[in-house]
């Protein structure tokens, strides 16, 4: 037999034929497994708000500072610092507003309106019949306590104004009404003096002198006389 018939014969012999059925398989959909932030691997085109721009500048800028590895990393760094600064900012605000309140409180429940000056019902306020007032002025002045003196002051005077039949007093009226109920022009005129220097230096909460607070006992003190 011819070497070349004696090579192919032995090539033939040797070729496996695999004639097995062919096993169909499947895959799991991977697009789930591998959709976090790790697995970007190319930013969006720059058509986002000036917000997502910002984030990602200061995403950038985080992940040079700290020598951040990847920018998923970054991006969670950027979220809690943001996260803070908005707790931050909320406490701030709560702060200021408790704050606004605590100081102005006394103002809203009474207000500061020369004509809307509701006197504050406290127990002096509430028994100015029982109350003595020369002492309560007294001890106010020894202790250089103008304001005080000057809101007893008026107390006192509305005392006067009222047993002697001028005014009716009531806790909750106004100097409008007061006012309104003294018939005496001349009266009327001396109670809306006493009354502003009332408002001006109580509900002004103006920190007066020793040289103020005399010029105001003046005056209240004449407006006293006059009624007695």
């Known amino acids: ?3 070349t018939k004696i090579l192919n014969t032995i090539v033939q012999d040797s070729v496996y034929e695999d004639k097995e ?21 190319e930013r969006a085109s720059n058509n986002d708000g000036w917000w997502t721009r ?10 040079n500072l700290f020598d951040i590895n990847t ?21 701030l ?11 102005k409180e006394g103002k809203w429940v009474f207000g500061k309106s020369s004509d809307k000056s509701i006197i504050p019902i406290t127990d002096v306020e509430s028994n100015i019949y029982e109350a003595d007032f020369k002492a309560l002025i007294a001890s106010a002045e020894s202790e250089n306590n103008y304001r005080l003196a000057i809101r007893y002051y ?13 005014i009716e007093y009531d806790v909750e009226k106004t100097n409008s009404d007061y006012h309104y109920e003294i018939a005496s022009e001349q009266l009327k005129k001396e109670f809306s003096y006493t ?8 509900y002004g909460e103006f920190d007066i002198d020793q040289v103020q607070f005399k010029k105001a006992k003046t005056a209240f003190n004449q407006f006293l006389d006059a009624i007695n």
């Open 21 to 41: 059925p062919i096993e169909k398989r499947s895959y799991e959909d991977l697009k789930d497994k591998y959709s976090g932030n790790d697995f970007i691997y």
């Open 1 to 3: 037999m011819p070497p």
């Open 71 to 91: 920018d998923a990393k970054a991006a969670d760094v950027t979220d809690i610092v943001l996260k803070i600064f908005y707790v931050v900012i909320f406490v």
């Open 93 to 103: 605000v709560v702060f200021f507003i408790v704050k606004a309140i605590i100081n």
């Open 195 to 202: 009354s502003y220097l009332y408002n001006y230096i109580w």
């Open 54 to 63: 910002f984030k990602q500048w200061l995403s950038d800028f985080f992940k």
């Open 154 to 166: 008026y107390l006192y005077l509305l005392k006067n104004l009222s047993q002697s039949g001028i």
